[in-house]
């Protein structure tokens, strides 16, 4: 009986050949480890420093004593954090909201065999390959009544035009969030119109053989159909709602007066200019949670769905 | 024999290779600044020129775009354990960073060459935070001039610039009845804080220095600074137009220059912007301080300095007592200022030169005359005076003042107040 061609006693053979089998089996996450580690590095154990940091008493230095919620209580009794916490939950709502129906439009309006589609797909989409700096540098001009669409209509002769939101402190995050439109729209266009063309096409059939018109068919069976994709989207553009900083900076520079500093002007304000590293670091951690607020229900109802899901099964 | 002579050659190779080293040490540097285009970068380019020619390596590393981007290097190098040979730093940033041990000392230099005895005397708590000299001035710049365009001011009827508020809404009376805006402004946390900061300031001079240098809450409180922000108010409300937020620097200066605004309440820095624009600060541009109830000359000062930190290098050791010799002597002082629009932070240069313009000079005159008549203050919103953290809470309210026509005079002091006081 023939056990092994070669000279080598047969129990390394068997030991090697077993650590080739685990090494092939594993093979994934061999190869995901460094990124997985540096994943949990970066964002796991930063944030818990971040966390510690908050409750520290650190200021021009990170410093590790130990004080308590000192530092949230002195945040949360500043104005300005008052005014750019709510303006977060303001301009985030809008800016994913108003995003997602403009590039759902703009989709559906793509969506209808147009001739040179993919020159207008291109119109839309490049938005988004802009910078927010330059963005919000050239609609500040636009936006401002002496450089901009309030000026044009002056001198086209309609003297009485008013658009002077971008310094009015009550209507000055609204026409951010218009500029944040521009800029998204194309990027949730481009999914949504992914969305649209994967629908089942029977469905869309049977639809039509049982005599639904084309809203109703729109309403009742694409749209539901693309729920994971908004999903997608919405995931997206809260990330880059809650991060804003170089739009409102470039734009509104946090005025008038006051009226439009969002959080993460606030994080970098305090770490950077003012030397108040433990009120940046609680700053960002509030930021955290207001993500938190958002998405934790969502993991949670999506647990829940597919419990009840299993259980019909 | 073979091993000894080898052995000796290797040995004489090292020795004159280490002998060499010290003979090489030469002086280097990297400048870390804020200053990186346009007049300012010039100007440091010309430092960097002077250290050359004496017999320094120059390197500079410029941060565009506001302070904090430079103090966020700086704070990264110097967690990093790589703190930057020489630094652009100012106001209670200097005491800030001196306490945590870093800064490097240059009192011999200090000494030798009478320090203590040319620089105004206002700027020498400020570098000498603990009695030892940290920080080497570069410059003074004056926060409270009043620049007016003539052209207006003859068109409306005022014969000369006003030396008090009450001439101040006056002479701004007659301009708005000849059809032009009064005050050309814009509105950003340092502009709103620097026009309110010289109303303060010439309205009460005890005021001034109890609030906006000692950061009393009192003083934040009282009725005399309730009276400063029913003037700036009045200024907002009637003699600016509706359009200062979001307006650029450059648009607000064109307005006075231009003729649309009478005047224009800014530091020594707009002769530059003005000089660049093609006009004459002191001809068809008037330049007088900024108007003061109290009759004497006054001065809010702003000086730009550099910190040394503490370095192993020898060679940086030695760049840096270079640098710090070179920015005290009256040479580099003119160049750079004249440069900058500036004074010199030696009261000793001086300035009946030709690269100077008459505005420069009507400054010096003035430093000396608050020196001695003790107005001379340092500037809050150009970060001279209180921390960051009540600059900033300070600067807040101020701006939101402006900004908010239903915010009354006593709600804004109290908030800036209270805010200030959180900070404590």
């Not at chain 1, 439009?105 to 700096?133: G, N």
């Not at chain 1, 003297?159 to 194309?186: E, P």
């Not at chain 1, 908004?230 to 553009?237: E, G, T």
């Not at chain 2, 203590?116 to 080497?136: F, I, Q, R, T, Y």
Request: proline share 4%; with cysteine; charged share 20%.
């Amino acid at each position: 009986m023939q056990t092994s061609v070669s000279a080598v006693p047969a129990a390394t053979t068997a030991e090697r050949g077993s650590l080739r089998a685990w090494l092939s089996a594993h093979t994934p996450q061999l190869v995901l480890a460094p990124s997985l580690l540096g994943t949990f590095v970066y964002v796991f154990l930063f944030s818990a420093w971040t966390l510690y940091i908050s409750m520290t008493d650190s200021t021009l230095l990170p410093s590790y004593n130990f004080i308590g919620l000192d530092a949230y209580v002195r945040l949360w009794s500043n104005h300005r954090w008052q005014v750019a916490y709510t303006n977060l939950f303001f301009f985030g709502t809008f800016y994913v909201a108003g995003s997602m129906a403009v590039g759902l439009m703009l989709a559906i309006l793509l969506d209808q065999r147009i001739r040179a589609e993919s020159l207008w797909r291109t119109i839309y989409l490049y938005p988004l390959a802009v910078s927010f700096v330059v963005t919000g540098t050239v609609w500040a001009w636009l936006l401002h009544p002496t450089t901009g669409f309030e000026d044009l209509a002056h001198r086209l002769g309609w003297a009485s035009f008013k658009f002077n939101w971008i310094i009015d402190r009550h209507k000055a995050l609204y026409a951010i969030v218009i500029t944040g439109f521009w800029h998204a729209s194309g990027f949730c266009m481009v999914l949504f119109l992914a969305g649209l063309r994967s629908v089942d096409q029977d469905l869309i059939k049977a639809a039509q053989i049982d005599g639904a018109s084309m809203g109703r068919i729109y309403r009742r069976v694409i749209l539901p159909a693309m729920r994971p994709i908004s999903i997608a989207v919405m995931v997206v553009l809260l990330q880059y709602a809650i991060k804003t900083f170089d739009l409102v900076l470039a734009l509104t520079n946090g005025g008038p007066g006051i009226s439009t500093v969002v959080p993460a002007i606030i994080v970098y304000d305090f770490m950077f200019q003012r030397g108040l590293i433990a009120q940046g670091a609680a700053a960002a951690i509030m930021i955290l949670c207001a993500l938190a607020v958002v998405l934790v229900p969502y993991a949670l109802w999506l647990t829940w769905r597919r419990n009840r899901g299993a259980v019909h099964d | 024999m073979k091993t000894t002579t080898k052995r000796a050659v290797l040995g004489a190779a090292v020795l004159s290779l280490g002998l060499s080293g010290f003979a090489w040490a030469e002086p280097k540097t990297n400048f870390l600044s804020q200053w990186d285009s346009g007049s300012d970068g010039a100007s440091i380019a010309k430092l960097g020129e002077m250290f050359e020619a004496n017999g320094g390596k120059w390197q500079a590393t410029s941060i565009a775009g506001h302070t904090a981007n430079t103090l966020a290097k700086l704070r990264a190098d110097v967690v990093a354990g790589n703190a930057p040979p020489a630094v652009q730093l100012k106001g209670p940033e200097i005491a800030e960073w001196n306490e945590t041990g870093m800064t490097a000392a240059m009192d011999d230099l200090a000494e030798k060459e009478g320090w203590d005895d040319v620089v105004a005397p206002e700027l020498l708590p400020v570098m000498k935070p603990k009695g030892s000299w940290v920080a080497a001035p570069m410059n003074i710049h004056r926060i409270n001039w009043l620049w007016a365009n003539k052209a207006v001011l003859d068109a409306a009827g005022v014969k000369e610039m006003p030396k008090t508020w009450a001439d101040f809404n006056a002479a701004c009376d007659k301009i708005i009845a000849s059809g032009k805006i009064c005050l050309a402004h814009l509105s950003a946390d340092w502009t709103d804080a620097t026009t309110f900061e010289t109303v303060v300031y010439g309205q009460d001079l005890d005021l001034f220095r109890k609030a906006f240098m000692d950061a009393d809450l009192d003083a934040l409180r009282s009725p005399e600074m309730i009276k400063a922000f029913d003037q700036m108010r009045l200024m907002v409300s009637k003699y600016m137009d509706p359009e200062i937020a979001g307006r650029d620097y450059d648009a607000a200066i064109n307005m006075m220059a231009n003729g649309e605004a009478g005047f224009f309440l800014m530091g020594d820095w707009a002769i530059g912007n003005l000089k660049a624009a093609g006009f004459k600060p002191g001809d068809d541009i008037l330049c007088q301080q900024a108007p003061t109830d109290w009759g004497k000359p006054g001065f809010i000062l702003n000086a730009d300095s550099v910190v040394f930190f503490t370095q192993k290098d020898p060679d940086y050791i030695e760049g840096q007592t270079l640098l710090a010799h070179l920015i005290m002597t009256k040479d580099f002082q003119t160049i750079f200022n004249q440069s900058k629009g500036s004074i010199p932070s030696r009261l000793d240069v001086d300035l009946s030169g030709d690269g100077w313009n008459p505005c420069q000079r009507q400054s010096q005159a003035d430093l000396k005359g608050s020196i001695e008549a003790d107005t001379l203050v340092r500037s809050m919103a150009h970060n001279m005076t209180v921390l960051q953290k009540y600059r900033g809470a300070m600067m807040d309210t101020i701006t939101e003042f402006v900004n908010s026509p239903d915010m009354s005079s006593e709600d804004a002091a109290n908030r800036m107040a209270d805010a200030v006081e959180e900070q404590m």
